[in-house]
């Protein structure tokens, strides 16, 4: 029996200290906040018990940011699409910032089974002065395990109404689009990371970050395909590809801890979920 959870998680300021208020239906939980940088700034990880999506299944994350609030949200896990028998496995993830507020959206990467029949969206509304630092990565088929990404289909979308969306469809029988260099370049696992603004961001500021974030990128392991750029004056975005899932989880956890520190002032204090 296909299964269909729901989690809604609500950001609220109380006097110094961002609160989580949440209700869940089905098999999809938040653990409890977690404050290692103090009680500005709440930590939560989400958690599927099931493990994975079949066909049929859905999750809804929705997630709401009142004003001044900062929330950084993370999974203990891969996210997985299974094999299916023809219907569609499907998470859908809106995100609602109100004025000031922000959101690190980091969960570990998204793994696209062979067989797969899956749509992975993420959308979010920015209010003025509000802003976004978040990732998603998505891996094809399982390289290590000798199960490669023959047979599927994987739908991602991205966007933020009236500034950004990236969207595709990724059928492993297109072997043009997976093989030449144009798209995946045979590469199998592909990542997008952003900073976006609700409010342009000034040209200096901006220039500042994408020179930082470039400085790190020139480290990036062999193998890894990464840039960087501005493509309008709200965002930042650092697009990759990698052989596998492990180095780019590297570059990019690397790109959002010198965003933090150059956009916040804030420190590099990863999710305790990434050092279990």
Same mark, same amino acid.
């Given at each position: ?7 809604? *998680? ?9 609160? *989580? ?6 098999? =999809?939980? %938040? ?15 989400? %958690?599927? @018990? ?14 709401? $940011? ?30 609602? =910032? ?8 980091? @969960? ?19 209010? @003025? ?12 088929? $399982? ?10 289909? $994987?739908?991602?979308? $991205?966007?933020? @109404? ?14 043009? *689009?997976?093989?030449?260099? *144009? ?29 930082? %974030? ?29 052989? =596998? ?32």
């Amino acid at each position: 029996m296909p299964w269909h959870a729901r989690l809604q *998680l609500d950001y609220r300021r109380d006097a110094d200290r961002t609160v *989580l208020h949440h209700a869940h239906e089905g098999p =999809l939980r %938040v653990l409890k906040s977690l404050y290692p940088e103090g009680h500005a700034i709440c930590h939560n990880v989400l %958690v599927h @018990p099931p493990a994975g999506l079949v066909g049929g299944d859905r999750l809804d994350i929705d997630i709401r $940011l009142q004003s001044g609030t900062h929330a950084l949200i993370s999974t203990p896990g891969a996210t997985r699409f299974y094999r299916s028998e023809g219907e569609l496995a499907q998470q859908h993830v809106r995100v609602q =910032l109100e004025t000031g507020a922000r959101l690190e959206w980091v @969960p570990l990467e998204t793994i696209a089974y062979p067989d797969c029949i899956a749509h992975n969206h993420w959308s979010a509304t920015l209010a @003025p002065g509000a802003e976004c630092l978040g990732w998603d990565v998505c891996a094809l088929g $399982l390289p290590g395990a000798g199960q490669p990404f023959e047979r599927g289909t $994987l739908t991602q979308h $991205l966007g933020i @109404p009236g500034l950004w969306r990236e969207e595709a469809t990724i059928d492993a029988a297109d072997t043009r *689009l997976l093989q030449s260099p *144009l798209g995946l370049g045979g590469q199998r696992c592909m990542g997008t990371l952003w900073l976006a603004s609700g409010s342009p961001l000034e040209r200096p500021r901006r220039e500042a970050l994408l020179e930082a %974030v470039r400085a790190t990128l020139e480290g990036a392991p062999e193998g890894v395909q990464v840039a960087a750029t501005c493509p309008n004056p709200q965002m930042l975005v650092v697009r990759g590809l990698a052989p =596998l899932v492990e180095p780019l989880a590297t570059v990019f956890q690397r790109a959002w801890a010198v965003l933090r520190t150059q956009a916040w002032g804030l420190p590099n204090t990863p999710p305790r979920i990434w050092r279990v």
